[in-house]
Structure formats: structure tokens, C-alpha cells
């Protein structure tokens, strides 16, 4: 069996588990189980609204360790280039919480979402933007799919 497959085999809470983990700074990519998904009797709604959920709150997370670590302990723990954590920070700061509409890139996303919680943007816009970032993602990606 294939990565998505196996993770698709439990059904909604896999697609949720899989999102959530692939949000964090975990390694992981939902969109395999997503598609391994769109072959089973789920409907393109369900699956967009779990995935985002998930998805979401796994950002969060990362918006959540930001706000829980001190700007200096963040960098170093992390292992960041001082200046590199320097210019997220300063770029969450210009934008506030419209930077989380992007936290849905890879490899940008996670540092976006640690550097809104560490500028201390307004929690519920950063929820309701990165919301609709991540949805809009995955309706695009199942849009493809089917």
C-alpha cells in the first residue's frame, strides 16, 4: 500500500491527523491522502472541511509556539540564522495577519505562522485568514483531483 492509501483507510480522522501533522514543522504532505481519498464515498465538502480544520489547527500550533517562546529562545532553538528570524518577524510585523492567508506554502508557511505568534498578531483574524488561505489551497487541490 501507498502512504495516502494507508492513512485514507482511516477514513476522516486520518485525512484530520494527516492534515494537522502536515502543518506542523513535522515533514508530511496531506495532499497524498487527500488524493487517495477522493476514490472513496467521502464527498468533496467533507473532505475539504477536515482537511482545512486540520490543517488549520496544526498551523495554529506553530502560531501557538511562536507566542509560547521568547523572540531569542525562538531563533536559537530552532537553530535560525539570526537575520533570517529577523526578517520574518519584521515581515509579520509590516503585514500582520494577512501573512497568514500564505501559511498554506511549504516552507515558508511554518516560520510564517512561529513569526505571527511571535509579533503577537490578533488571534482571531490569524484564525479566520489562515482559514481561508488553507481552504482555498485544498478546494483547489481537490478541484484537481476529481
Not at 506553530?62 to 530552532?78: C, P, Q, T
Not at 510564517?112 to 481561508?132: D, W
Given at each position: 500500500?501507498?502512504?495516502?492509501?494507508?492513512?485514507?483507510?482511516?477514513?476522516?480522522?486520518?485525512?484530520?491527523?494527516?492534515?494537522?501533522?502536515?502543518?506542523?514543522?513535522?515533514?508530511?504532505?496531506?495532499?497524498?491522502?487527500?488524493?487517495?481519498?477522493?476514490?472513496?464515498?467521502?464527498?468533496?465538502?467533507?473532505?475539504?472541511?477536515?482537511?482545512?480544520?486540520?490543517?488549520?489547527?496544526?498551523?495554529?500550533t506553530?502560531?501557538?509556539?511562536?507566542?509560547?517562546?521568547?523572540?531569542?529562545?525562538?531563533?536559537?532553538?530552532?537553530g535560525?540564522?539570526?537575520?533570517?528570524?529577523?526578517?520574518?518577524?519584521?515581515?509579520?510585523?509590516?503585514?500582520?495577519?494577512?501573512?497568514?492567508?500564505?501559511?498554506?506554502?511549504?516552507?515558508?508557511?511554518?516560520?510564517?505562522?512561529?513569526?505571527?505568534?511571535?509579533?503577537?498578531?490578533?488571534?482571531?483574524?490569524?484564525?479566520?485568514?489562515?482559514?481561508?488561505?488553507?481552504?482555498?489551497?485544498?478546494?483547489?487541490?481537490?478541484?484537481?483531483?476529481?
Open positions: 500500500m501507498e502512504l495516502g492509501t494507508d492513512w485514507a483507510a482511516a477514513g476522516l480522522p486520518g485525512l484530520f491527523l494527516a492534515s494537522f501533522l502536515a502543518a506542523t514543522l513535522l515533514p508530511f504532505s496531506s495532499e497524498l491522502v487527500l488524493a487517495a481519498m477522493t476514490r472513496g464515498p467521502w464527498s468533496a465538502g467533507s473532505l475539504l472541511a477536515v482537511a482545512s480544520v486540520g490543517n488549520t489547527l496544526g498551523g495554529l506553530n502560531f501557538g509556539l511562536g507566542r509560547w517562546i521568547a523572540s531569542g529562545k525562538a531563533v536559537r532553538r530552532f535560525l540564522d539570526p537575520a533570517k528570524g529577523e526578517r520574518w518577524r519584521a515581515w509579520a510585523e509590516r503585514y500582520g495577519p494577512w501573512c497568514a492567508l500564505l501559511c498554506w506554502l511549504p516552507v515558508i508557511g511554518d516560520p510564517l505562522a512561529i513569526a505571527l505568534g511571535l509579533v503577537r498578531a490578533r488571534t482571531l483574524p490569524v484564525v479566520v485568514l489562515m482559514f481561508v488561505g488553507k481552504a482555498l489551497r485544498y478546494a483547489v487541490v481537490l478541484g484537481l483531483l476529481r
